[in-house]
Structures are given as C-alpha cells and as structure tokens.
C-alpha cells in the first residue's frame, strides 16, 4: 500500500486531496506499460478508467469516414485523460495510441467516482483540468484554419508544456521530430524545417530526441 500512495503522491491531484482521500485514491490505482504503436483505447472502446502518463507521450485522434486522420492533442509526463468519457459511463469518442513506451497509470472508475462524489479538492482539480482542456481544443481548431504551418509547430509544442495538463514537462521534453509531426499534423520535413527557424529565432534548441524551449510565452502566441 505505502508504495502506491507514494506513486499517487506525485501525482498533480494529491495536493488537492486530504490523506485519507489520497489512500482512498490509491487503493484503485493500478499501472501499465504501452509498447510504442500500441493502442490504449479505440474510438468506441469503453475504457472503465482514468489515466495518467507515468512516464510516456500519447496522442489523442481520431480517423474520419473520408479516412482523414485528425489528432485533437498529444499527452505528455503527467497529464490525466478521459475524465468525461468516466463520469458519463461512455465509450471513447476517439483513438489513444502510444507514441513511444508509455507507462500508464490506471484510476478505476468505482475510486474515481467515489471522489468525485465525496472530494472537493478533487472536483477543484477537475474543473481546472477540463477548462485547461477546453482551451486547448478552442485553440487547436483555430491554429488548424488561420495559421502556417510553423505557428503550428510553435504552438503545439508550448501546449506539452502547459503547467496544468503536463505538470511532469519543465523545460525540456523529451520528443522526436517524427512524433511533433504527428501531433502537430505536418510533415516531418514541415517539422524540421520549422524547428531550425524557431531555433535561430531563439525560441528553442533542438537535439537529437529532445527539445528545449527558452521562451513557451512566444512560442504560445507564435503567429499573432
């Protein structure tokens, strides 16, 4: 037990929790590993759990009718998932694949909504999560119609380091061009071109695997 409230401990939520609801929470956590390829959950699957990356990156997509891939955003080092798709007891409204191997941990849905219903912490924690979330799908759909494909890239990448949905991403992420390009949606020539530009502007620096970023504010408001 001491090891799993340890785990939960480090987890963005816990401060929000009182001890005895941190034990509680804990008790219903389990984890597991994603080989990079896998699928999490299939657009349609009922997935009876909230996830959290341990350790990993995730995009969230979908493919349309017209056979279209659309991905809606990329889950970096602490970032929680499918909190609507758990309160409202439905299937996943989109795809979850691990872009390289990810550790998962695992709330089932009996502890979540026990904290749901009894935590006001949690519920705080929450409502900042799905506002956050929410600013960030407003902000996907409109760097996808009104900006170039650099702002793109820029923008992306400043939301892996939002404080509040990857609270395990400080300065420098872990990511390769091949995997920004899939979240981001262009091609990795696109990518890479993109992140050459941004570094000789001073806003990153790029090596082999990872990206540090000096200025996210810019990157946030690239293209303005």
Avoid at 142 to 161: G, M, Y
Avoid at 203 to 216: A, C, M, Q, S, Y
């Amino acid at each position: 037990m001491n090891g799993k409230v340890e785990l939960a401990r480090g987890f963005i939520w816990a401060a929000d929790l009182t001890d005895s609801e941190l034990e509680r929470a804990a008790q219903g956590i389990t984890e597991r590993t994603y080989n990079k390829g896998a699928y999490i959950c299939h657009r349609g699957d009922r997935l009876d759990h909230w996830g959290g990356i341990v350790e990993g990156l995730i995009k969230m997509s979908t493919i349309g009718r017209s056979g279209k891939a659309v991905t809606f955003a990329g889950l970096g080092n602490g970032a929680w998932f499918g909190e609507g798709s758990v309160i409202k007891n439905e299937a996943r409204k989109y795809d979850l694949v691990a872009l390289r191997e990810t550790r998962l941990a695992l709330m089932n849905r009996p502890t979540f909504l026990w904290l749901f219903e009894n935590s006001i912490g949690f519920n705080h924690y929450l409502l900042r999560q799905i506002n956050e979330r929410l600013s960030q799908f407003i902000a996907t759909v409109e760097h996808d119609r009104i900006l170039d494909s650099k702002a793109r890239v820029a923008r992306n990448l400043s939301w892996l380091f939002n404080p509040v949905l990857y609270p395990g991403v400080v300065k420098t992420i872990e990511i390769t061009q091949d995997e920004l390009a899939l979240l981001t949606g262009v091609s990795r020539a696109v990518t890479n071109r993109s992140l050459g530009e941004l570094q000789d502007e001073g806003l990153l620096t790029v090596e082999h695997g990872r990206v540090t970023v000096i200025d996210v504010k810019k990157l946030m408001l690239y293209g303005d």
